[in-house]
């Protein structure tokens, strides 16, 4: 960014500057974590005022600070040190507003410039009004390289977007295998309370109301359905798929293997001729839309073959969740390499999209990690394709490569994950032990979600 000062000398009465700024509610976040001020008022959606109007009003100290903005980068501009500053508060902005700062020289004399200040709205009725006195520089500064290292701000706004479009559908039918443990129990309880599912309980029953006893909670109006051992409990949720009771099934506390064995029998499981197929769906802070990433769960080290149902999947999963899907399949280059057999892999899915073998969404690859999500990596490669640097979905070559890539994500981006097995007649939600409630919620939402889709697609 370029940077240009008006030095005293330059400077005469009737000067202006302005900027503008729209206001987001990640800045509110910001603006609370640097302050120290987290009232509710400046950070939620509630009517805390009795207004009738929900809130996230911009703090005055922060509306305050755009004129230093402009004092600072404008008029006078760099070197500026400030002297004294009025604030008279007109009125109140809101997060999702575009505001005008704007700077008017009065007077200037012996170094210091007076200045009249103001914050308005976008239609020009003031917010804030002012005065400034600032000592102005007496050098001259002129740089382009000035730069401000990037916040981000670890707050999870597509899977809250989620839950929105979530909440009022109606809730779920859900069969919960084994929720017998704390962290099982009450995700399950925390979605049904959220109306995103209505919980059918399978397993051990005595066990299931010791922990719900534990946890305070009410099992009224639950149907709880008592069978000892995990893969028998899963075998019921088949069943009650097949009797059209649930339209999805969630993991408890059993091991995965255990749960998705009885759904691969192929009289009485889920099987609907595709491969069954884990997709994560992320929630990167700072990132534009949810990043899918598949699969990282499930297949081990998928042949061409399963890497078409793997891109299938996650295509008709991003679909449902409303996004535009645009696959990048991963390999450690961007050229077909004949001894790198995921590069291989990568550009013959691509050219099976083109053929029509993979629907529903644009696929390209083989690209390297950095030229499937950033856009100057991609172009600096000569990578000029509607995926490359913009992908949505990331196809990963392995487990290992998937499983390294979701937890970078989670434990150095500080991302949330939900995730759910796709390629069965419902939707598996997946959940760890380790799964925070939002987690659980997201991963129940995105099921919800995806049924709603493909209920919509038939009808």
Aim: glycine share 8%; hydrophobic share 45%.
């Amino acid at each position: 960014m370029r940077m240009v000062n008006r030095t005293f000398d330059e400077i005469t009465a009737g000067d202006t500057a302005e900027l503008r700024r729209l206001i987001t509610t990640d800045d509110l976040f910001v603006f609370a974590a640097a302050s120290g001020n987290s009232n509710p008022m400046h950070l939620t959606d509630s009517d805390l005022d009795g207004d009738g109007h929900n809130e996230r009003v911009a703090p005055g100290m922060f509306i305050a600070s755009l004129i230093s903005a402009v004092l600072g980068t404008q008029l006078p501009g760099p070197g500026t040190i400030y002297r004294r500053q009025s604030l008279d508060f007109r009125s109140r902005a809101i997060a999702g507003e575009e505001v005008v700062t704007r700077a008017t020289v009065l007077s200037k004399a012996d170094g210091l410039v007076r200045l009249r200040t103001e914050v308005l709205h976008a239609d020009g009725s003031p917010i804030l009004t002012g005065e400034a006195e600032v000592i102005a520089p007496v050098e001259k500064f002129d740089a382009a390289d000035v730069h401000v290292p990037g916040l981000v701000v670890q707050r999870h706004r597509h899977f809250e977007t989620l839950l929105d479009r979530a909440r009022p559908l109606p809730a779920l039918p859900t069969a919960v295998v084994c929720p017998q443990d704390e962290n099982a129990l009450a995700g399950a309880l925390l979605a049904r309370a959220e109306g995103i599912i209505a919980p059918v309980f399978i397993g051990d029953e005595r066990v299931i109301r010791t922990v719900a006893q534990g946890l305070g909670a009410d099992l009224s109006g639950i149907e709880v359905i008592d069978i000892t051992g995990d893969e028998a409990a899963a075998a019921r949720a088949c069943a009650l798929v097949h009797e059209g009771r649930v339209a999805a099934v969630m993991k408890g506390h059993l091991h995965s293997d255990d749960l998705l064995r009885p759904m691969l029998d192929k009289v009485l499981g889920l099987r609907i001729g595709r491969r069954f197929t884990h997709v994560f769906v992320m929630d990167v802070p700072g990132q534009p839309e949810p990043l899918l990433v598949t699969d990282a769960a499930i297949n081990i080290a998928p042949d061409l073959a399963t890497k078409m149902d793997i891109c299938q999947n996650a295509i008709d999963l991003a679909l449902s969740l409303g996004m535009q899907a645009r696959v990048g399949v991963l390999s450690a280059v961007e050229m077909v390499n004949p001894e790198i057999q995921s590069s291989l892999d990568a550009a013959l899915l691509s050219k099976m999209a083109d053929r029509g073998q993979i629907r529903g969404g644009l696929v390209e690859g083989p690209l390297a990690m950095d030229d499937a999500v950033n856009l100057a990596a991609a172009r600096a490669k000569g990578l000029t394709g509607p995926v490359a640097g913009r992908a949505n979905i990331l196809v990963v070559p392995g487990i290992d490569a998937g499983n390294m890539l979701v937890k970078q994500l989670a434990f150095i981006s500080h991302a949330e994950s939900a995730g759910v097995v796709m390629g069965a007649k419902v939707p598996v939600i997946l959940n760890s032990r380790s799964d925070s409630p939002m987690s659980r919620l997201a991963s129940c939402a995105v099921a919800a979600l995806y049924v709603t889709a493909q209920s919509r697609r038939a009808a």
